[in-house]
Structures are given as C-alpha cells and as structure tokens.
C-alpha cells in the first residue's frame, strides 16, 4: 500500500491579527521600492489578498512565525487593516515551506483575471493590481482560447510568455500538445522559441494549412530545413527519452562495480603504476555514477 500523502498546511483559512505575525526579515527601503512591491500593494488595496500568508502555528504566547508572504503582510499592515488571511503551516521552517509555494505562472494568473472579471472587477482595477494596461487584460482573459486541454495541462504552471499562446493557435492541437511538450522538456518557455518551432512545423499540421506559413526573419527554404532537422531531432529526443531511464541505471550499477575494485589498494596501485590515465577515468565514473549526478 503507498503511503499516504501529507499536506503540508491547514485547509482552513484564519483571519489572524497582524500583531500576532512575527516576520523572518525586515522590509528594506528597496525592498519596498520595487515595482514588485507596487504590485503587491495595488492589488491589495484594490482587490483584496489573493493568496494567504503562511505561517506557523501559535507559540505559548499567542505569536505565529511569518513563513512566506513578508511583501503582502507589509502592504496589509499600510493599508491600516487589523488581520490578515492566514494558512497554518505544518513545516517550522521557512525554507522547507517555500519550496512548496507555487508562484503565479501565466495560465494561473489568466484564471485569475477570468474570476475577477467573471465577479464584475472592472478591467481598469485588475491591470493596476497587475501593473499592466487594462487592453490586456481582455487579451489575458481570453488567452487559452483555442489552445488544446492537453497543452494547457504540460504549461499550466510553468513561466510561459503569453506570446506563447498566440504561437500555439496557429497549429492544430496534436502540434500544440507536442510543442509544449518539447518546450517542458527543454524548458524554454520564451515566444522565439515557439516560432521557431512554429517554423520547423510542417504545413498540414498548422491549424490553417491552406495558408502559407510565413515567420518573421526565416526564408522559405529555411523553413523547409528546419522541417527536416526538427522531425530528425523529434526522432532521436523519442529514442533517448526511451532509454534514459535504463541508460542512469546502467551507469550506476557500472559505477558502484568500478568504485569496488578502486577500493581495492591492490587493484588501485597496479593500475596507477601501468595505466594512471585509465584509473584517472575510474574515478571520474565513480564521480558521475550517483542518481543525482547522472540525471
């Protein structure tokens, strides 16, 4: 039987007071400064908290160490509010729990501004809170129109610029779903890299293939090489993809041997004494030969 997973904070959400939160770091004059900050502190004061705070649960006097959310309790505490929205971490520290904490990648903050808009936010309070122009707003709210479920799933929480998106519908959805597979993979995420995939793409597996493709900056006949090293490079990423896993072991076994016969002061001497360079390269496997190392 697996064993159960366990949750790393409460499902509940508590409103604590803000003299009960004690911070792990002091907020700075550039801290405060940044326009990451402003952000924050706009979308406070015009929406309300998104995401809670973490903290701890209460000491004998009442006190609960402030985990993860120093920007947000520090704009809560401007605001002149007397609580904050809080989860209780099961983890003390601050650094186990963060590593937990998604931040807000592009899709999540796409169903972000469709909720707002979708409980009568106005446009112009979500593009302050996100400092950006309020006509992208509508163009976030619609930006997984026409991308395949598939695709969103392999993006959902990974740092995706939003051109991405407007790449991605100029294929079909199998083409989607491969594109952002390969972009996982090698995680890239940025819009020149989506059109040059774009560009390696082939005719009939464009959402309209009765156009003509045509991206800025590469010629017809690079486009067409592109094709070929793109479905070669396909081919052989498939190939070790299906090894891979067989290959790490392999290496490991191999290494734990090669480790055990260096270990042997014999076998160590003999060798340094009629091959060094050969011991030289036992040792490096013995050094690449961990799971850690060789993935």
């Not at 090894?243 to 270990?263: Q, W």
């Not at 050969?278 to 496997?285: P, R, S």
């Amino acid at each position: 039987m697996s064993e159960a997973i366990r949750i790393s904070f409460e499902q509940k959400v508590l409103d604590l007071p803000v003299e009960s939160l004690l911070p792990l770091r002091p907020m700075t004059a550039r801290i405060t400064g940044s326009r990451k900050y402003a952000r924050i502190a706009t979308s406070i004061k015009k929406i309300g908290v998104i995401e809670p705070l973490a903290v701890t649960k209460a000491d004998s006097s009442g006190r609960n160490l402030l985990l993860d959310g120093h920007l947000r309790l520090h704009a809560i505490m401007e605001e002149g509010k007397a609580t904050a929205p809080c989860i209780i971490a099961h983890d003390d520290e601050a650094f186990t729990y963060n590593k937990r904490v998604n931040r807000l990648a592009t899709v999540q903050e796409h169903y972000m501004i469709q909720r707002a808009l979708d409980r009568g936010v106005p446009a112009s309070m979500i593009a302050a809170a996100l400092g950006i122009d309020a006509k992208l707003v509508q163009r976030r709210s619609k930006l997984l129109d026409g991308i395949a479920p598939e695709a969103v799933d392999i993006l959902k929480d990974r740092p995706v610029n939003p051109q991405v998106f407007d790449t991605l519908r100029r294929m079909k959805p199998e083409r989607q779903f491969a594109t952002a597979e390969l972009m996982a993979s090698m995680n890239n995420f940025t819009a020149t890299y989506a059109k040059a995939i774009l560009a390696a793409t082939r005719q009939e597996d464009l959402a309209r293939p009765e156009r003509p493709k045509r991206v800025k900056g590469v010629t017809p006949e690079q486009m067409a090489r592109m094709e070929r090293e793109l479905e070669s490079l396909n081919k052989d990423f498939r190939a070790v993809e299906a090894t891979f896993g067989d290959d790490v072991l392999h290496l490991v076994l191999a290494s734990r041997y090669v480790e055990r016969l260096i270990a042997n002061d014999a076998i160590s001497a003999y060798v340094q004494d009629k091959h060094p360079e050969i011991l030289a390269e036992f040792h490096n496997i013995v050094a690449a030969g961990t799971l850690d190392a060789a993935t």
